[in-house]
């Protein structure tokens, strides 16, 4: 039940990417950008080139705000990645041995968590 619970959520997370591929594309290409404009306006000494520099930023980031769907994408990129590392995890019981020592590194382990 598990698993199936897993590939559920896997495959609505996977449809949600491919829904927002498009945004995220976009999202990626106005950071780009807008880390290619700042550094021109580090460059420039000119105020009139940074006021330009700045007015272009500005509409970058109208661009990358109006593509906020791209987050669900992300969300759902997380989503996949915890559903892949987590299909394998299956709870791993205490072991009870008579070895004494494994006893020790056991009750060890136990007074050094307080």
């Known amino acids: 039940m598990k698993k199936f619970l897993l590939f559920l959520g896997g495959l609505i997370a996977a449809l949600l ?3 927002n591929l498009g945004p995220l594309v976009l999202l990626g290409v106005s950071i780009w ?3 290619l404009v700042f550094k021109q306006f580090m460059k420039t000494d000119s ?3 940074k ?3 700045v007015l272009i930023g500005l509409a970058i980031i109208s661009i ?3 593509n906020m769907y791209a987050v669900i994408g992300i969300v759902a990129a997380y989503i996949l990645y915890v559903i892949y590392k987590n299909w394998n995890n ?3 019981e205490p072991q009870t ?3 004494p020592f494994v006893n020790f590194e056991q009750q060890w382990g136990e007074f050094n968590k307080y």
Request: charged share 20%; proline share 5%; glycine share 4%.
């Open 17 to 19: 990417l491919l829904a």
């Open 33 to 35: 950008l807008l880390y």
């Open 47 to 49: 105020t009139m080139a």
């Open 51 to 53: 006021i330009a520099w």
């Open 64 to 66: 990358g705000i109006s």
């Open 90 to 92: 299956e709870p791993k």
């Open 97 to 99: 041995t008579d070895d």
